[in-house]
T-cell receptor, first 112, second 115 residues
C-alpha cells in the first residue's frame, strides 16, 4: 500500500526566506509523486509532478522538488517566499490505478 | 484553457435528503475522479471512471453512487444524507493517453452542508 507523510502541519517563514515543505512516501513500486497547492475555498492546483524522468522537478511559481529514492523523500522548496505563497500544500502519491493518496497537508504562513 | 467545471458550488441539504453533484472534465480528458475533503482534512479518494466505466473505488459509502456519461461528464449521487457527509467534494480529470502518472486537474469543488 502507498502512503504519504508530511512532516509539520504548519510552517511559518518570513517573506524572502527559504521555503521547505517535507514529504516522505512509502510505496512498494515506483511511485508518481505530486505537489498540489490549495488556497482557501478553492480547488487543488498542481505545482509539479515526478514521473521518473528527472529527479529534480521544477514547477510553477518558483517551486521545485527533488526525488530522493534512498530517503523516500520528495521535499518541496522555494528559494524566496512571497506573501502570495501562503496556502495549504499537499503531497500526493499514485501508482498503477492513478488514484491520488494525499498527505495530511502543510499550512504555509508567510510573514512580512 | 478550459478547466474542470463543478456544479453547484454550494449545496445545502437536510438529513435524509438526496443530492446530485455534477462534474464536467477538461475536454478530451477520459478519466474522472471524485474526492471528499472533510473540514481540515486531506482529500480522500471516492471513485473513478475511465471511458465511462468504473475504474477504481475507494472509501465511498454505499449510499453514494456515481456514473460517467457519454459526453464524459460525471455525476455523484448521494442519498440518505448524514451530518458527516458535510464536506468539500472535488472532481478531477486526467488524460490517460500519455500512460500512467498523468496529473489530475481539479475543479473548485462543491461545498455540501447538511443541516
Amino acid at each position: 500500500a502507498q502512503s504519504v507523510t508530511q512532516l509539520g502541519s504548519h510552517v511559518s517563514v518570513s517573506e524572502g526566506a527559504l521555503v521547505l515543505l517535507r514529504c516522505n512516501y512509502s510505496s512498494s513500486v515506483p511511485p508518481y509523486l505530486f505537489w498540489y497547492v490549495q488556497y482557501p475555498n478553492q480547488g487543488l492546483q498542481l505545482l509539479l509532478k515526478y514521473t521518473s524522468a528527472a529527479t529534480l522537478v521544477k514547477g510553477i511559481n518558483g517551486f521545485e522538488a527533488e526525488f530522493k529514492k534512498s530517503e523516500t523523500s520528495f521535499h518541496l522548496t522555494k528559494p524566496s517566499a512571497h506573501m502570495s505563497d501562503a496556502a495549504e500544500y499537499f503531497c500526493a502519491v499514485s501508482v498503477r490505478t492513478d488514484k491520488l493518496i494525499f498527505g495530511t497537508g502543510t499550512r504555509l504562513q508567510v510573514f512580512p | 484553457a478550459a478547466g474542470v467545471i463543478q456544479s453547484p458550488r454550494h449545496l445545502i441539504k437536510e438529513k435524509r435528503e438526496t443530492a446530485t453533484l455534477k462534474c464536467y472534465p477538461i475536454p478530451r480528458h477520459d478519466t474522472v475522479y471524485w474526492y471528499q475533503q472533510g473540514p481540515g482534512q486531506d482529500p480522500q479518494f471516492l471513485i473513478s471512471f475511465y471511458e465511462k466505466m468504473q475504474s477504481d473505488k475507494g472509501s465511498i459509502p454505499d449510499r453514494f453512487s456515481a456514473q460517467q456519461f457519454s459526453d464524459y461528464h460525471s455525476e455523484l449521487n448521494m442519498s440518505s444524507l448524514e451530518l458527516g457527509d458535510s464536506a468539500l467534494y472535488f472532481c478531477a480529470s486526467s488524460d490517460s493517453t500519455g500512460g500512467s502518472g498523468q496529473p489530475q486537474h481539479f475543479g473548485d469543488g462543491t461545498r455540501l452542508s447538511i443541516l
